[in-house]
């Protein structure tokens, strides 16, 4: 059986760059979003709780429920046709990372990689999704038009991060968006490594291979324009990004991300805003606390 890799992470934080990084190697296959793996673990849940509740006893045990997942997952997300060379097969779906902790359980022997990066960076790539899917007549997301959704899952997800390096170590690891693209040698290399792969150096020119994720990614040019896809990493630290985040967005990002160490360490990113700044951010982050902040793990799955 192919080994496996599963990349995610907030949606925009990176997640796509390390799926090209991957696919460029040899002996990765590194596939396009499936998107549907949080339905699958979805069932599983069901099915486990009828089990528990003593509905389908007689029909299977956990044990076969899990086999017949892990089974359902291996078959779906393996390609109808696939290099005999490679082995690694890995997934990338950002929304997966809600769904880390049951992947772990149904493949303890695979590798998982989440993708962090600044928050404020992010939250301005979303909402530069959300301006060219309104321009494509399409309805975007909602956490690329509201501040405090994207927020309630950066929080969420933060700490999920956290967990999951702290309590898997040799499965799991943390890839800095931004310390990937201002060192892709050292870091593709730190990558290669916790998978125990040969480094290649293919992997320093992976925007100039096509990759299978490349027709979903650029599809109506929403998430992705095609010139971006295949951007030159190198480019987009030259390039300087524009914010189109307001005065209430940027201030409340700043303030709830600012002492969190994991997400802003050494303060990078987020500098400690003034003392009007704090009254002000304070108000929004009532709001957001009453209204926006999750009580239970948020769980995204498609229709």
């Not at 600012?258 to 704090?278: A, D, G, M, W």
Request: charged residues 25%; contains cysteine.
């Amino acid at each position: 059986m192919v080994n496996k890799i599963f990349v995610a992470g907030l949606p925009r934080s990176g997640t796509t760059l390390v799926q090209n990084v991957l696919d460029t190697h040899p002996l990765v296959y590194g596939g396009p979003e499936f998107d549907r793996i949080p339905n699958i673990i979805d069932l599983r849940t069901k099915l486990q709780n009828s089990l528990k509740q003593g509905r389908i006893e007689v029909y299977t045990n956990s044990e076969q429920i899990d086999d017949a997942i892990r089974n359902m997952i291996n078959s779906l997300i393996t390609p109808l046709s696939l290099n005999e060379s490679v082995a690694y097969i890995s997934e990338k779906t950002p929304w997966n990372i809600l769904y880390f902790e049951e992947l772990l359980e149904l493949f303890p022997d695979a590798k998982f990689i989440m993708v962090l990066r600044n928050p404020i960076t992010t939250f301005n790539s979303m909402k530069n999704v959300a301006i060219r899917a309104k321009k494509a007549g399409v309805v975007p997301p909602d956490f690329t038009t509201n501040v405090f959704i994207a927020a309630a899952y950066m929080e969420y997800v933060y700490g999920l991060m956290q967990r999951l390096e702290k309590k898997h170590p040799d499965s799991v690891i943390t890839i800095k968006y931004e310390l990937l693209i201002s060192d892709l040698e050292k870091y593709s290399k730190e990558l290669c490594s916790f998978i125990g792969l040969p480094w290649d150096e293919k992997l320093l020119s992976f925007n100039n291979f096509k990759h299978p994720g490349e027709k979903t990614m650029t599809e109506n040019q929403i998430w992705y324009t095609s010139e971006q896809y295949n951007a030159n990493p190198q480019d987009a630290l030259k390039r300087k990004t524009t914010n189109i985040l307001s005065f209430k967005e940027a201030l409340f990002l700043k303030y709830l991300f600012r002492k969190n160490t994991y997400v802003n360490p050494n303060n990078c990113f987020l500098k400690e805003p003034s003392l009007i700044e704090k009254v002000i951010a304070r108000v929004f982050f009532v709001d957001y606390r009453d209204n926006y902040r999750f009580n239970k793990p948020p769980k995204r799955v498609l229709d």
